[in-house]
């Protein structure tokens, strides 16, 4: 089959994801939604859906490469290629139409979803609140915001968020709430846990156990949270839960390029020293209080509630794929 050229501007955006200039698992999802539907309205192809479809694959693919830990891009990509193929368009009119319209439907869905999130968490937060979060989370934010915004007395700490300080943005963005709120080190957490008395994180990937992948350090926080009997909340779209999961994959944990940790100085001085540099952890069930999700605030035990409610049928997919005996229908 043809193979038709992906515009420079989808591979633009693909380079800002890899690169991290869009970043947190709610924006590359939306991004990536966005790019596909770029794709359907730059495609220069012959006019025949069949190569059209193949030609959105293979932007679909390029964006998949750029990430691999949140589950929120492959799902978003998900949510647009599936309908499409399900809607089997009858002509090339109707096939672009279709991707810029399930494209603004997951965009539109995100944003009102980390909307409904904010209102949801925020009746959790009560006046005198001292919360802890960690990383940069939209969604996290939005509880926080909301709480804010109904005239609760809340104190934030922040962490920085080592290497790439993503916790500066969550300092900026609260501050331009008149939100009172401290930054500290990552290495403080256990420290200043005595003062707090909620977190609040976000999540990349939920799997089917309801784990919770996030940015590195979380699994610590929550470690040290439990430890002084301080709840810890996660604020997660339900597009952020893993199909994938439950049929007993594993989730890949991106690791990225040292030199966002020692400069190439460092590493060429010290050939003998390897340094790593994971971006994600993973924090079990039993150190989470509760997940706050667009369907409400569920235990994460319920996580797999959410992935068949959401995902059966990609789940029913995938078993087919596997099980072929599955699909067939029963006398
Ligand atoms: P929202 C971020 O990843 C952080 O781990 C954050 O908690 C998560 O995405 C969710 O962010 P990164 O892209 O979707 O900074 O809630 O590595 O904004």
């Known amino acids: 089959m043809v193979k038709i050229k992906c515009p420079i501007e989808v591979l633009q955006i693909a380079n800002d994801i890899k690169t991290m200039k869009i970043r947190g698992a709610g924006r590359i999802a939306r991004a990536a939604a966005k790019a596909l539907k770029i794709a359907a309205e ?3 192809g012959p006019d025949d859906v069949e190569v059209f479809i193949a030609y959105i694959d ?3 693919k390029i964006l998949l490469e750029t990430r691999p830990t949140a589950v929120s891009l492959p799902n978003a990509i998900m949510y647009v290629i599936t309908r499409l193929r399900r809607k089997r368009p009858i002509n090339m009119a109707e096939a672009k139409a279709l991707v810029a319209k399930l494209s603004n439907e ?27 979060t960690h990383c940069n989370s939209t969604a996290a ?25 993503q916790g500066h943005i969550t300092v900026r963005t609260l501050l331009s709430e008149g939100i009172d709120v401290t930054l500290i080190p990552d290495s403080a957490v256990r420290y200043i846990m005595k003062k707090v008395n909620k977190v609040i994180v976000g999540a990349d990937t939920v799997a089917a156990n309801g784990a919770v992948v996030n940015k590195i350090g979380t699994s610590n926080i929550a470690l040290a949270a439990h430890e002084a009997r301080v709840r810890v909340f996660v604020a997660a779209e339900t597009y952020k839960f893993s199909p994938a999961t439950v049929i007993g994959e594993l989730v890949e944990i991106e690791e990225r390029d040292p030199r966002e940790i020692v400069d190439e100085k460092y590493l060429k001085e010290n050939p003998n020293v390897t340094v790593r540099n994971p971006a994600f952890d993973i924090t079990p069930p039993e150190y989470i209080d509760a997940i706050i999700t667009e369907e409400g605030l569920i235990p994460p035990q319920a996580a797999y509630l959410i992935l068949i409610e959401k995902f059966g049928w990609i789940i029913q997919d995938y078993f087919i794929s596997k099980y072929p005996s599955r699909g067939e229908d029963e006398e």
Do not use: C, M, N, W
């Open 106 to 132: 997951f965009i539109k869905y995100s944003l009102t979803a980390t909307e409904e999130i904010g209102i949801i968490g925020s009746r959790r937060i009560l006046s005198g609140d001292v919360v802890l």
């Open 141 to 165: 934010l939005s509880v926080i915001i909301h709480a804010h915004k109904q005239g609760k007395d809340i104190k934030v700490y922040a962490t920085e968020t080592r290497p790439k300080f």
């Open 58 to 60: 293979h932007a679909a």
């Open 42 to 44: 730059k495609y220069e």
